[in-house]
């Protein structure tokens, strides 16, 4: 059963294959949403300062039932903290409210500020400051595991070239019809686990004549092959959803792609259109080039 299924990472703690995300779910919705899936036996739960849902997640974590230990429990460093100060004080700030002595994942949200998402400046040197807060929250025994978001290969070198502690993670947006095969390999190689946030396509696979096709063939939804794709590239597969159903069926992902078929996969031609969140793809604000 894959929710019972891990990956090492570089410091050997264990995550889960697949979890939950919690993009869009409400803060009075996400106590529920956590309870409903630790329920079905999710174990990963992902969550970020700009979500505004951390205090509802995190009295779902406190109130489902299960161990803490027995938790995946994930946040993100908001994009526009680009200073270790403020990085340091916004995981103080998470742990409190979310009521929790220790995050399991705690990343940099995006290399830049949202409203400069991939462009001209870079904040390097600003995001070496922020790292070395995770470093330390991670000392501090704040963090087991810390990683960043939305970050490019030169990103990454950037951090490699300096860090006490090389980044866990990477979760990057990865889908059928939009997969950065060279920085998955990049991250391969450098023991970086990554993890695929909005594995459908922010819904809009489920509307592709090639991907429903694929999925019949597999007798499986679209929805399913898309999070199994995920997995099958080494990937954590962290869905979005408050409903319960939809939870189930993406759980149930217990078959394998065959290799031919995942190389038609990885060469479909990409989804551009991402519907009503063609202006917010990753907390952007602004439209895909």
């Not at 694929?214 to 590239?233: D, F, P, T």
Request: glycine share 8%.
């Amino acid at each position: 059963m894959i929710l019972k299924e891990t990956y090492t990472l570089a410091n050997g703690v264990q995550i889960p294959k697949l979890g939950l995300g919690t993009w869009f779910i409400g803060d009075d919705q996400a106590a529920q949403a956590v309870g409903a899936a630790v329920k079905l036996g999710y174990r990963l739960i992902d969550t970020a300062q700009a979500y505004g849902n951390e205090r509802g997640v995190g009295e779902g974590v406190r109130g489902c039932g299960v161990p803490r230990e027995e938790l995946f429990v994930a946040s993100k460093v908001a994009a526009e903290l680009k200073t270790y100060d403020a990085a340091a004080r916004s995981i103080d700030e998470t742990l409190e409210k979310m009521g929790l002595d220790y995050l399991d994942q705690m990343i940099i949200h995006s290399p830049q500020p949202w409203s400069e998402f991939r462009v001209e400046k870079r904040y390097f040197e600003e995001n070496k400051a922020v790292w070395r807060a995770l470093e330390d929250a991670q000392t501090a025994g704040k963090v087991r595991v810390i990683g960043v978001s939305n970050f490019l290969k030169d990103d990454l070198e950037n951090l490699l070239g300096s860090c006490r502690v090389k980044p866990m993670v990477n979760q990057i947006l990865l889908h059928i019809s939009n997969t950065d095969l060279g920085l998955v390999e990049f991250c391969r190689d450098q023991g970086i686990q990554v993890e695929a946030y909005s594995p459908i396509a922010h819904g809009e696979a489920l509307k592709n004549p090639a991907i429903a096709g694929m999925a019949k063939k597999y007798g499986v939804s679209a929805a399913q092959l898309c999070i199994r794709y995920a997995i099958e590239l080494g990937a954590v597969a962290l869905p979005k959803t408050a409903n319960p159903e939809h939870m189930a069926d993406n759980a149930d992902v217990d078959f394998t792609i065959s290799q031919e078929d995942m190389e038609t996969l990885k060469s479909m031609a990409r989804i551009a259109d991402y519907g009503e969140f063609n202006v917010f793809p990753v907390f952007s604000g602004k439209p895909l080039a």
